[in-house]
């Protein structure tokens, strides 16, 4: 399909993976016939999945270079990339973090678990639905690099599109082993959470697939380092929305119980900025609020967990953090030489990730 | 160093992976110090181990081709790229397969489970340490990539490169795939069995890496069919000596219990063959075997299962099937035209790997 607007970039984004999916599918096969089964349990997975964020951004990144080269097939190719990225992240996030589903549906290594169950097999079942999505989030990210090296880039592009390749996937699995590391260890340093977001997130979901999309485009230089500061500060911002939600989000729209990430023991900024203010002017508060992260909550305890916070004045200073992130990205935005119908959609774009509800 | 003879070929693989660690050592602090930590691990991982046997195979094809345009710097990039996948491979085949030790070493899992506890970290040890496990192999595959795109080739020999290696990494995945997954059903056909040999070892430890090394070397087509034919051929004999050295190897040299696989519930050739013989010659000894797959034995049991098998006439049929294997593949190899020098380094590593005792 044509690409028209940036809303057409996710649709347009599924029907490649599916033609990437159709052509492997034989090679699966040859390979074996359990093979392709489990083949297709991904291919699934990626294509039913997902609002395709670092394809939109790619596809900003490309049209706010005003592109005087044509290169939208081999684009969304990288667009295609991304997502499988993207897939063998959450597969290998969903082990880690022990999620039982995903976008409503079993997560992989939860399917090949009950796979195991259902037909009687030997070992543990747990084990084999891990061991089967350790390898299928693997064959994922072998199966972006092919893309990126298949998209027929002249040498120039090219060499710049595989450069920001390769700074983004060591970016994103260091920011996911920070993630790990801040939370396993109870790092409270606002900084631990900030690399985190910075890189697990930032860099990993608005900057570089902009990045991407700028080179490919032809950006030059100067809009370059625009657009990756635009896009380090709005996905800075997306991920403190997302830390005020995680504690504060209402259930019923964000599908996540109240108080979510304090529970599950996350390292946030939120949850950073509380702490080290208490230290200063409520120590008592702060030992409650320390006492309660990484456990479950009675109704009561939620409540004086979430007034603590706010009381704190964290809320307040994450909100007013997001607005000045979003302001400096927007000012960023604004001055630089980016074509007008991209400052509208990034704009747009910014607004949405950075004041939603869910 | 400069590479004078095959055997020079481990220690300049592993130079240069030196060099690829130094040089991304930066790149990882700048993410965040606990991850330069992580990053050290694997590299350590990496430089300690292995005999380097793709990239040793990478270089006799190479070697064979009789090689007019001088490539051996970036061949050597791909060497380093192979031992990358490897690491990948072992990392994650250790988490899947619950391995301690690997090289005389704490598995990667098993030191970041380690490190958790030392440093009375909160959650689950044994989780945390899988989760960096998981991570790291990513990061390996990731890199293992990058390698191959910078390597530099001419357009025609990078794509003949990359289009190897696209095949190699889907293959070797399958391989893993089926083979966990052989296991778990409880297979017993020699078809799952072959496919296993066929993909997780043959094309991934000698077919591919000579068939990289041919393309590197400019060998015409003919001569690439013939080495990838030879080294089908002896990766699967060589499956074939590892399967026997897993149930029959003396202890004291193989550094693995006496009957392993079978212990381990490992789907062989060689249970295979015996399984499928007895069935029709010997039910009853059939029925012990099959009860005897997959758990522990006592020494009584255990000489009662090594001789079932060996009475089957399996042991003497694998044999035969190693012997046929590589007079098939010498034959192939000496009518073809490699140069003769390759033909005798590629006669003696087929005899090395499929005569050993370890």
């Given at each position: 399909?044509a ?11 599924t ?94 290594h ?6 195991h ?8 079942a ?8 350790i ?28 450069g ?8 994103v ?10 939370e ?11 690399r ?19 080179a ?12 990756r ?17 995680g ?112």
């Open positions: 399909m690409i028209q607007s940036l809303t057409d970039v996710p649709a347009a984004t029907d490649l993976l599916q033609s990437v999916f159709a052509e492997r599918a034989s090679t699966a096969a040859d390979i074996g016939p359990g093979f392709s089964d489990a083949v297709s349990a991904m291919s699934a997975f990626v294509l039913r999945g997902g609002k395709r964020v670092r394809p939109t951004f790619a596809w900003a990144g490309y049209l706010a270079a005003g592109p005087t080269r044509s290169d939208p097939e081999r684009l969304l190719t990288v667009c295609a990339a991304l997502e499988l990225v993207q897939a063998c992240a959450l597969i290998h996030d969903d082990i880690i973090d022990r999620s039982d589903t995903r976008r409503g549906f079993p997560t992989i939860r399917e090949f678990e009950a796979r169950r259902e037909a009687g097999w030997r070992g543990d747990a084990d084999y639905g891990e061991g089967v999505a390898l299928l989030g693997d064959l994922a990210l072998a199966w972006a690099d092919d893309l990126v090296t298949e998209a027929g880039f002249d040498p120039e592009i090219h060499r710049a599109v595989t920001i390749w390769r700074s983004m996937r060591t970016e699995l260091g920011g996911q082993f920070l993630d790990i590391a801040t396993a260890s109870g790092d409270e340093a606002s900084v631990a959470a900030y985190v977001m910075r890189f697990k997130t930032a860099a990993y979901t608005v900057e570089r697939p902009l990045h991407l999309g700028a490919v485009g032809g950006a030059d230089p100067d809009l370059i380092e625009s657009l500061s635009f896009g380090t500060d709005i996905g800075i911002a997306f991920q403190l929305r997302d830390d005020l939600l504690v504060f989000g209402d259930p019923s729209i964000t599908g996540k119980p109240a108080g979510d990430d304090i529970i599950a023991g996350k390292r946030t900024a939120l949850l950073s900025a509380a702490l080290g203010t208490l230290d200063a002017t409520d120590r008592r508060a702060a030992e409650v609020l320390r006492g309660r992260v990484g456990r479950p909550h009675t109704a009561g305890e939620l409540a004086e967990t979430l007034a603590i916070i706010t009381d704190s004045g964290a809320v307040t200073a994450v909100e007013q953090q997001i607005n000045d992130l979003v302001t400096t990205a927007l000012t960023t935005l604004n001055a630089s030489s980016a074509t007008p119908a991209a400052k509208q959609d990034l704009t747009g774009l910014a607004t949405a990730m950075t004041r939603r509800k869910y």
